[in-house]
């Protein structure tokens, strides 16, 4: 509210439960805009923010408490608890936001409202809107002005407080515990689900009962799409595989990648391109700290890969002109890494203005540099064809430097081959 503009009202409306299929609605998740400001995690729900009102300045609207509901769903907060429990100054039925709400918007100038989010809310705002603009002849005000309330409420996001890095601390142990479980049962013959399994179990039993999205787990030749989902290939003795997983733990998300082999041991090839993403990926975590920009860290892996990828042969040319014209795209096309929080892929520009951001304590950020050699690249010698690797770790900009909040995954050579020999 301290950073609204005088005489205006802010409008977050909750998410919506979303049907899966007949009657059967999939798993609810609240909006992560109004779970940072209300910790409220019930659908059909409406967060105001009316600076300088008399009655209170933090209105909620929610579902009433219906017992015969609750029977069926379980327990609703209802309007008394959301006060009691969540801050809120005021709050009403959400049944009854019609008759209220436009009262709360009339005489502001300004309206802040992400619109486009929900086309449905969109309407209902507007329809608020021009009820109001329907009686200016009688002295009633519109607002004059709509602005999006993202970039305010994401700028905030974009930095953790102790409490939030606390919980992505958290995040990052149960989601090691479950990539070092998955590691350990790890054996050719098995399907990519089984480990799969591993890892939900892990994380369900760590209290994460929530995946922070769905799990990739590639082995062989399906490594090599960075995206793959099917997760039902047979892993075959001299393949590796590579395992994207994390849990949720109360909202936070973890993001975490390993690759090894499904027999516990690197081959000669294998081990090569390994050990040149996992320099890469130190070089690109001794780029964050404050100061440094957004992109520092990539410049930094792509340096490393660039550079290996010449002395392994798989480029040829020199260093600064393969990287100047992006030769190094075919084997590693993605960026080295992204904002984490609430969403796996949370918020925040990556650019203010036209200049990388400068990182700032309380950031988290993945690094996640990785090689990808298609079985079709015929360009490179068989021995490297098939191979995809990618290391990730969650990594929080501290006052001094970085930490690393997913170190309990082993990732040199040495520890994994020791784990799953183990």
């Not at 015969?68 to 801050?87: D, I, K, Q, S, T």
């Not at 989601?175 to 939900?200: D, I, K, N, S, W």
């Not at 595989?241 to 690197?266: K, Q, S, W």
Request: proline residues 5%; contains cysteine; negative net charge.
């Amino acid at each position: 509210m301290a950073l609204m503009e005088p005489n205006s009202i802010a409008i977050i409306p909750s998410a919506r439960e979303q049907l899966r299929s007949g009657d059967t609605e999939h798993p609810f998740r609240q909006d992560s805009d109004f779970y940072y400001l209300s910790g409220f995690a019930e659908p059909d729900a409406v967060l105001v923010l009316a600076p300088g009102r008399r009655h209170g300045q933090f209105v909620m609207f929610c579902r009433e408490r219906d017992p015969a509901m609750e029977l069926w769903h379980g327990y609703r907060a209802g309007p008394e608890g959301v006060c009691e429990n969540f801050g809120a100054d005021d709050a009403f039925p959400v049944g009854d936001i019609d008759d209220i709400l436009p009262g709360l918007i009339e005489g502001r100038e300004r309206v802040y409202y992400s619109m486009g989010r929900s086309a449905d809310f969109d309407r209902q705002i507007m329809a608020w809107v021009n009820r109001i603009r329907s009686k200016e002849a009688s002295g009633a005000v519109p607002p004059g002005e709509f602005t999006d309330l993202n970039h305010m409420v994401h700028d905030m996001r974009l930095v953790k407080s102790a409490a939030e890095q606390r919980l992505m601390r958290r995040a990052g142990e149960i989601t090691a515990r479950g990539h070092c479980r998955a590691m350990a049962f790890c054996r050719p013959g098995q399907y990519e689900y089984q480990l799969e399994a591993e890892l939900v179990h892990e994380f369900a039993s760590c209290g994460a009962r929530h995946l922070a999205y769905p799990s990739i787990v590639g082995s062989g030749a399906n490594a090599c799409t960075l995206h793959y989902l099917n997760n039902d290939g047979l892993m075959r003795d001299g393949e590796l595989v590579l395992i994207d997983a994390g849990c949720e733990l109360e909202y936070y998300a973890a993001d975490v990648t390993r690759t090894f082999p499904v027999n516990g041991r690197f081959s000669r090839e294998q081990r090569a391109l390994y050990e040149l993403i996992l320099e890469a990926q130190a070089a690109a975590i001794a780029a964050i700290k404050p100061g440094n920009n957004w992109n520092q860290p990539h410049d930094a892996s792509v340096r490393v890969i660039t550079t290996g990828l010449v002395e392994l042969g798989l480029l040829k040319g020199k260093v600064t002109k393969l990287i100047e014209r992006g030769a190094y795209r075919q084997f590693y096309m993605h960026r080295v890494g992204h904002w984490l929080g609430l969403d796996v892929h949370d918020v925040g520009d990556y650019r203010v203005g036209n200049e990388w951001r400068q990182l700032e304590p309380g950031m988290v950020m993945t690094v996640e540099p990785g090689v990808y050699i298609s079985p079709a690249n015929t360009g490179v010698a068989r021995k490297w064809r098939g191979i995809g690797i990618r290391l990730e770790d969650d990594v929080l900009v501290t006052a001094t430097g970085c930490e690393v909040l997913t170190a309990g995954v082993p990732k040199t050579v040495a520890d994994i081959e020791a784990l799953m020999a183990g």
